[in-house]
């Protein structure tokens, strides 16, 4: 576990930290699809990422999901980080996208190392930072942003995070993803298709030139 961890964190912490992780934390491999946490759950860990993807979804008043952010290697999520400091339980969900390394810390070593490790604070810090970015960019493009240009932007990114111009999701599953409805992304695709920027296949989309 040690070597999985340096190569994704040995540029962000120190000797000492590293040293820690690898006795406290608990290394899993865990395959695409699989939810890592669940709303209202109590959180007693939060994840390090060594490989793949989590993507990580709010819940509305209405029981719909919308997707928030992705978390990658070398990352954490905020959110959990959040639940972790004040003690309370999980207000998101989090599913692997591909198949994924981890290691999970426990709670309780987070608020330790804030204080012991100048590096660990900044990871928090930056964190925190980069994850309230993506959220404002999420809150804006629900608000504001036009559902051609969301659609696009969501399947740029599950291109790059699967290293793949093929996205295997139905289109209910984006409708979900985007907050919107299987009908509404079903015409935007195909209107897509038409131009030649994707390909439509069962279950599957093949980007052309996005």
């Not at 930290?17 to 890592?36: C, F, N, Q, R, W």
């Not at 426990?106 to 810090?125: I, L």
């Not at 897509?192 to 920027?197: D, F, L, V």
Request: aromatic share 8%; charged share 25%; hydrophobic share 40%.
């Amino acid at each position: 576990m040690i070597e999985k961890l340096n190569s994704s964190y040995n540029h962000l912490f120190e000797k000492e930290l590293l040293k820690e992780i690898s006795e406290v934390g608990t290394y899993y491999e865990v395959p695409a699809d699989t939810m890592l946490i669940d709303l209202d759950q109590p959180i007693t860990s939060m994840p390090l990422l060594l490989k793949g993807a989590i993507k990580i979804l709010k819940e509305d008043t209405d029981s719909s999901e919308l997707l928030i952010y992705f978390i990658e290697k070398g990352e954490t999520c905020a959110m959990t980080m959040n639940c972790c400091l004040g003690s309370k339980k999980s207000e998101i969900r989090a599913i692997t996208e591909v198949d994924t390394q981890l290691i999970m810390i426990p709670v309780q070593k987070m608020e330790e190392w804030t204080g012991k490790y100048k590096n660990w604070r900044h990871f928090v810090f930056d964190s925190y930072h980069n994850r309230l970015s993506e959220m404002l960019a999420t809150i804006e493009s629900v608000a504001f942003g036009n559902m051609d240009l969301r659609l696009t932007n969501y399947l740029k990114e599950k291109s790059r995070i699967n290293n793949s111009k093929t996205i295997q999701n139905t289109h209910q599953e984006i409708a979900y993803d985007l907050h919107s409805s299987r009908v509404v992304i079903s015409r935007l695709l195909k209107k897509m298709e038409n131009k030649g920027a994707i390909k439509l296949h069962r279950n599957a989309i093949e980007i052309l030139s996005l």
